[in-house]
């Protein structure tokens, strides 16, 4: 099977026939910004333009557009982004109705169960830490709010994808690539498919060694009011020999309850509001 990432169209399929109203100058801009990140902290423009998909000349005019809103600085050769790009990412985490409560339930969970916990929330073809209280490292790469991980292997994602109708599978599976990390990662679509199939109908997934080796994760859904799923409650292991049957007994009704008091502070503050 071919892994290599499938490249998303100009113009993302859920504004086909909107073209008019998409700001490609906008769009370019993002891209710069997301050119940054893990092991590219500092660019030179040529590695700005290469990274972004964007000739030397655009680069240029989109990071001086940076430079002179504070949101990119330069030291001679090299750009770099400053901290006011934070204020991005805040006021999405702002926004969020779980932001307001979950943090306090995730601290009283990763207290319980003495096990690093997290919430992430599907964008595309992976999931992104939107909360995460580590009790010790997990990931070789390390993670933190904004880390993401490919959703076809991982109980957090599975968990999202399991929670997609089934337009938004579709899509999914058109745009994802199925890459292998382990030796036990799942990479076949149609196996894909019946587990998850079999986490939406149980509410849960684990997932074993399919990231790296030793790793194992137990997540459940946060759902809204009219029970859409918006988040991932996951619990992550560096455990060798942990079993399912022994993480699921112990874990998942504490990982419930705690997924039920999100939920149910959504569907508080819903009601309020309307």
Known sequence: MNTAR???????????????????????????????????GQLTLSEVAARSDLTRAGARRLL?????????????RYYYLTPRVLSLGHAYLSSMPLWNFAESVLQRLVEDVRETCSVSVLDETEVVYVLRVPVHRILSTGASVGSRL????????RVLLAGLSEAQLEHYFDVAALTRYSARTTVDAKQLRRILAADRAQGWSWVSGEMEEHISGLSVPVVDGEQRVLAALNISFNRAGLSKGAAVKKYLPRLRRAAEQMSASLALNASRRA
């Open 150 to 157: 490919p959703a076809h292997c991982t109980s957090m994602g």
């Open 64 to 76: 001086h557009t940076l430079e002179t809103l504070d949101f990119a600085a330069r030291n001679e």
């Open 6 to 40: 499938k490249r998303k169209p100009a113009v993302p399929a859920q504004h086909a026939g909107g073209e008019r109203q998409f700001v490609q100058a906008f769009a370019r801009g993002l891209k710069v910004i997301q050119a940054f990140g893990a092991g590219a």
